[in-house]
Every structure is written in structure tokens, then in C-alpha cells.
């Protein structure tokens, strides 16, 4: 009798089980089938892009390596500025002290014109006094 009344407890027990199990395995059924979906939409979608992105790497490298390719040039470019704008000051320099020179010589040669003229007035005046 008890025997009998265990299996029938196991019986009622493994049909309610099942009564849940049923619901729970056409949902995880659904779930699959979806994510399923899901995976190959997302494949379908991404393989393009990630194909462009590989594109836009690619010409992303070719891009540096032309851009470091003329990074001499430009420091050589760059070294020639430097070189040119200190011969400009120098030249700049050597110009302001000619001019400098110019007009001190300027004014030593005007200051010898006027003297001179005045020391000839001078004499002339002299002789013609005499």
C-alpha cells in the first residue's frame, strides 16, 4: 500500500513537472529560435561595416605612410625657414649699421662742407681786405 501510494505521489509529482517543463522547453525553443534570428541579422549588418572598416584602415595606412614620407621634406623645409630668417637678421643687422655709418659719415661730411666754406669766406674776406 505504501509503495502503491509512492508512485502514485511520484506520478502526480512527474505529471506536474511536466504540466511546467512543456511551457518552459517551447519558450527556451522560441528563445533560440529568435537569438538564432537575431545572430544572423546582426552578422548580415556588421559584415559590411566591418568591411568598410577595413577599407577606411587600409587608406588610413596609406595616408601615414605618404604623411611620413614628407616628414623629411617638411624638416628640411622647415631647417631652410630657420637658416633664411637668420641670414635676414644678419643682413638687417650689417643694413642698420651701414646706415648707421652713412649717417655719421653724413653728417662728419656735411660738418667739413660748412666748415669749409667758412674757412674759404674767411680768406676771401682777408684778402680782399688786403
Do not use: C, H
Not at 624638416?75 to 649717417?103: K, Q
Amino acid at each position: 500500500m505504501i509503495i502503491g501510494l509512492s508512485v502514485a505521489v511520484m506520478a502526480v509529482t512527474l505529471a506536474v513537472v511536466a504540466a511546467f517543463m512543456i511551457p518552459a522547453f517551447i519558450e527556451i525553443r522560441k528563445t533560440a529560435a529568435a537569438t538564432r534570428q537575431f545572430i544572423t541579422y546582426t552578422e548580415s549588418e556588421l559584415n559590411p561595416a566591418l568591411k568598410e572598416l577595413r577599407e577606411t584602415l587600409s587608406e588610413l595606412k596609406r595616408i601615414s605612410g605618404a604623411v611620413a614620407s614628407r616628414t623629411d621634406d617638411l624638416n628640411t623645409f622647415m631647417e631652410s625657414m630657420g637658416d633664411t630668417g637668420r641670414n635676414l637678421r644678419t643682413i638687417n643687422n650689417v643694413v642698420g649699421a651701414m646706415a648707421g655709418a652713412m649717417v655719421g659719415s653724413s653728417a662728419w661730411i656735411t660738418g667739413a662742407r660748412v666748415a669749409g666754406k667758412f674757412i674759404i669766406e674767411k680768406l676771401s674776406k682777408k684778402r680782399r681786405e688786403e
